[in-house]
């Protein structure tokens, strides 16, 4: 069995060989790769006008410019006349493609297409966080249409995500928690974003992907909404999350991907032995509970993006090689 069929048949809930590691023969496509979603990389204009920045505090990840938002609370209700969006007819999808396939064997490796920007995070994007959540309490109904209007625009991208990527998987990349509890309440989610994120998962069904959603931070009160929604899983769960819990909840029907220390020192460290220790941690934490997927990230300040790709790339390896060895000790 190779990664990708013991991946897909984890996201399936079908028998695996060992833990799956997501990464495990897995490429990842679209995101950050995405310069309308995220801009160019380094920093500048996405397709919607907004600025993005890529400090180095992040590890180069993107993010929108502060100060630099095209929407406020005050005047969200005119977002019709303020915003543009870019038509997703004129990005260069085939080309993308072809460029992060180039050479990929796809009968062996699982070719995940991520959205980044989801509904709530290009809310965000416009506005920053306070505003966003200021704006979902006081003007509802225009937040709402602009959720909609965001989620039209994600849909008819899909089609062309389907068409050229053909993707395995497909992860929506939506944060809607801190490592507290949710930015709102469960009400205004389920109000407000649940419909959308219904949607998107449903459609990717449609179109042959299985729908994983991303969601960093303290979001476990959400779970049975993120099932309903139609996700084969959630990815990137974190430990302020009660992780053993919920996988004994749910594992039968819902898939929790993560389980590594991303915000302790095993998410921000170069030293393999205090990685190879959380990845045995996860191990015996969750290992032997159904619906679990190894899964996290090692975030650096580093000048180079890719230096913080590498470390996370390692954590991936070493998970791997930890994960088949559990499996073979388990055979014998």
Known sequence: MTGKENYLNALRHLPTEWVPVEGEDLLYTGFEFNSMEKGPAGGGFDGFGVKWAAPESGGGTAIPEPGCFLLNADNVCDWKRILKFPEPAAYHWKEAAEAQLSGVCRETTCVDYGDGNGPYERLAAFMGFEHALMAMAEEPEAVEELLTAITDYKLECLEYVAEYYHPDTYTLYDDV????????????????????????????????????????????????????????????????????????RCGDRFCIAGGYNTNGKPGMTRDEAVIAGEIARCWEAYGGKPGYIFAGFILLAAENPDDVWAVTGRMCELAIEYMHERADTAKK
């Open 177 to 248: 928690a801190t490592q507290q509890c949710t930015f709102m309440s469960p009400a205004a989610y389920r109000r407000l974003i649940k419909p959308q994120h219904k949607r998107l998962a449903g459609r990717a069904r449609e179109l042959g992907m299985i729908p994983i959603l991303h969601c960093c931070g303290h979001a476990e009160g959400l779970i049975e909404d993120f099932i309903e929604e139609g996700f084969a899983a959630w990815a990137s769960v974190q430990p302020c999350n009660d992780i053993a819990g919920l996988l004994e």
